[in-house]
């Protein structure tokens, strides 16, 4: 069964369940105030490897609340 994220827009808690492809466009119930939640987009990260052994962003930066096209600059 796939992971789905989902963000509560009454608390703004993001958390992830897994369902069935076929829950796959219900809301679900927010763990903190169990409200009905829609599935949020998931973002994810990519990196790629150098020839010198370092690790770099693929497809911009690596995390949301950062500009830095490396995480040695932020600490992430």
Known sequence: MPVYEYCCA???????LMRS???S????????????APRAVS???????GDNGMSTPIGGSSCGGC??????????
């Open 21 to 23: 492809l076929s829950q």
């Open 25 to 36: 466009s219900e809301g679900a119930p927010c763990p903190k105030c169990q409200n009905k």
């Open 10 to 16: 009454d608390c703004n808690v993001r958390f992830e």
């Open 67 to 76: 500009s830095s096209p490396s995480c040695s600059t932020c600490g992430g």
């Open 43 to 49: 973002r994810f990260a990519s990196f790629s490897k």
